[in-house]
């Protein structure tokens, strides 16, 4: 009787331990991003912004921003090629626009005035009222983040958030 229950017992913890290795399987492999992922603005101060994005193919990242959307002055450029890409651009002008376009070393896509933009903190001292928008990483370019980033624009767009830049 005992030794039927502790194949019992060791049949179950086979089982057990194959389908914790086929989970952890799925969810590793399934959460690794593949894809292009639009740029997203981090750690915006006075005078710094870090802009990253994602491409499918390994790329040397390049970032260009200025004060007017037709002429995008600055060019840094990343020292590595890669698909996950960080810029930060610094020594910037405190509570100013900048415009701003990603790509890499064979080109890039003109800006879009309406959202490829974003504005440094004001100096120290000098209050201003923010809008701040938290989004959850889903880890999943494509339409559902462009819809809820269409969402958030519209609602922008219709008037609800006044007197904000």
Known sequence: MM???KR??????????????????????GSQLIGE???YLQMLTQDSVTVRWQTRENRM?????GFHPDHLNYTLLEDTVGKVHTITASNLQ????????VGDISGYKDPDPAIDWFRTMPADGQPKPARIWVVGDSGQPGEISRDVRDAMLRWIAEGR???IE
Do not use: E, M
């Open 3 to 5: 030794t039927w229950i």
């Open 8 to 29: 019992f017992l060791k049949a179950i913890l086979f089982v057990v331990i194959v389908y914790a290795a086929g989970r952890f399987g799925v969810v590793y492999f």
């Open 37 to 39: 992922r639009d740029p």
């Open 61 to 65: 990242g390049v970032l260009k921003y």
């Open 94 to 101: 405190p509570d100013t626009r900048y415009y701003y376009s």
């Open 161 to 163: 958030c006044r007197n």
